[in-house]
C-alpha cells in the first residue's frame, strides 16, 4: 500500500529538492517536475519528456502522483455543481465540489473548489451532516491539494486550448472537516495553491472556513499569505450558539469576534460571518437585530444561507418568507450582506451529505 510519505504532492519546494537529490540528480530538476505537475497538470511521470528516462522511472517506482481515486460523482441539473467522492489510499472517504458561478467565459466567471480537510470532523456541530459521522483522522497536504488538481484536470480537458480561462479560480475550504483543527497540513497546502510554482492562485481567491477556532484565527493573522477568512456563526448570543456549535463553550462569542477584529487589523480581509437560518431555531427578526449589534462598527459581509436538510428532525431549513425577513431586517441594520442560493441542493452538496447517503447504503 501506498502510504503519505511517498505521494509527491506532500512535498514542499524544498522537500522536492532534497528528494530529487537524494536520487543522484541536480536540484533544478524540482522545479521542472513541479511544472509538469502544477502548470501541465500530468497524471503520471512518463509524460514529464524533458526529464532524463531513467530519472522517469526512479520517480515512477519511488513516489506517486496521485493518492485519491473518484468513486462516485454527481451533477447537478444545471450543470453548475459537481460533487465527488473519493477514495483515500487507507480506504477512507471523503468528498470535495465544484462550482460554476457568473457566466462561462465572462470576465465574472468563477469556478470554485471546495475541500474536505478532514476524514469527519471532531467539533459535531448539531446541524452539519459530517459533524454527526465523527471523525477520522486528519488528510495530509497532498490529500487537500490533489482534490483541486482532480478539478483541474478535468475542467482542463473540457476547456481545450482556451488560455485566458483558468479551470479553477477560487479555493474555498468548506468541505468535510474544521481545516484549523489541521492547520500545519491547511497551511502547507495553501503555501502551494498560493506559490508561483505551484498552482499561482492569489490569496484573495482563497478562503477558509473556520467553527472559531481562537488561537488558530490570531495564528492565520501573523501567515504572510493573506487568505479570506469565513467564520461560521450561525448565532449572536452564547446561549444559542453553544447549542449549534459546541466549540463556542471553549471560545465563547467575545473571545471569538476579538480575533475577528484582529483578523481585520493584522491582514485587511474583511471576514465573512456565514450564518444558516433554521426553522424556528435562530431564524427571528429578533435573532438578526441580535447578530447586527454584535458585528456593529467590524468591516464584514454576512453570507446567509437557508439551512440544508440533513437527518436531523430539529434542523429543518427556514421557508424562505422567514428569510426574506431575517435578510430585510440586516439590511436596514445596515449589515452588508448576501443571500446565498443553496447551490446543488439537488446533488446533496451540502457539507458531508453525499458521504452520509454513501455510508448509509453500505
Ligand atoms: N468546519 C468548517 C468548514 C466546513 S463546514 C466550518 O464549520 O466552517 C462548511 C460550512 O457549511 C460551514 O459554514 C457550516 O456551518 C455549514 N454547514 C454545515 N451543515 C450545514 C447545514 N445543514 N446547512 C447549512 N450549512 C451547513
Ligand atoms: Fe465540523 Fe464545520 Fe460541520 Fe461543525 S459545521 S461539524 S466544524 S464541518
Known sequence: ??????????????????????????????????????????????????????????????????????????????????????????????????????????????????????????????????????????????????????????????????????????????????????????????AMLNSKQGLNLGARQITISTVGLVPQIQRLARENIHVELAVSLHAASDELRNRLVPINKKYPLRQLMAACWEYFEKTGRRPTFEYALFRGINDSVGHARELAALLEGLTCHVNLIAGNPTKSKEFVPSPRKTVLAFQKQLTDSGISNTLRLSKGVDIEAGCGQLRSRWIAAR
Do not use: H
Not at 446541524?127 to 465523527?134: K, P, R
Open 1 to 190: 500500500m501506498k502510504t503519505a510519505r511517498n505521494n509527491i504532492l506532500n512535498l514542499s519546494r524544498t522537500e522536492l529538492k532534497e528528494f530529487v537529490r537524494s536520487l543522484g540528480e541536480p536540484a533544478y530538476r524540482a522545479d521542472q517536475i513541479l511544472w509538469w505537475v502544477y502548470k501541465k497538470l500530468a497524471t503520471s511521470f512518463e509524460e514529464m519528456t524533458d526529464l532524463p528516462l531513467p530519472l522517469r522511472q526512479k520517480l515512477a517506482s519511488g513516489i506517486s502522483l496521485s493518492n485519491l481515486t473518484s468513486i462516485d460523482e454527481k451533477i447537478s441539473a444545471d450543470g453548475q455543481t459537481r460533487k465527488v467522492l473519493f477514495r483515500l489510499d487507507d480506504g477512507k472517504t471523503i468528498e470535495s465540489g465544484f462550482m460554476l458561478y457568473g457566466r462561462e467565459g465572462s470576465s465574472r466567471e468563477r469556478r470554485t473548489v471546495c475541500v474536505s480537510t478532514q476524514v469527519g470532523c471532531p467539533i459535531g456541530c448539531a446541524f452539519c451532516a459530517t459533524g454527526q459521522q465523527g471523525f477520522e483522522r486528519n488528510l495530509n497536504p497532498g490529500e487537500i491539494i490533489e482534490q483541486v488538481l482532480y478539478f483541474m484536470r478535468s475542467m482542463n480537458k473540457d476547456m481545450g486550448t482556451d488560455l485566458a480561462r483558468r479551470p479553477v479560480t477560487n479555493v474555498v475550504f468548506m468541505g468535510m472537516g474544521e481545516p484549523l483543527a489541521n492547520y500545519e497540513a491547511v497551511w502547507q497546502s495553501i
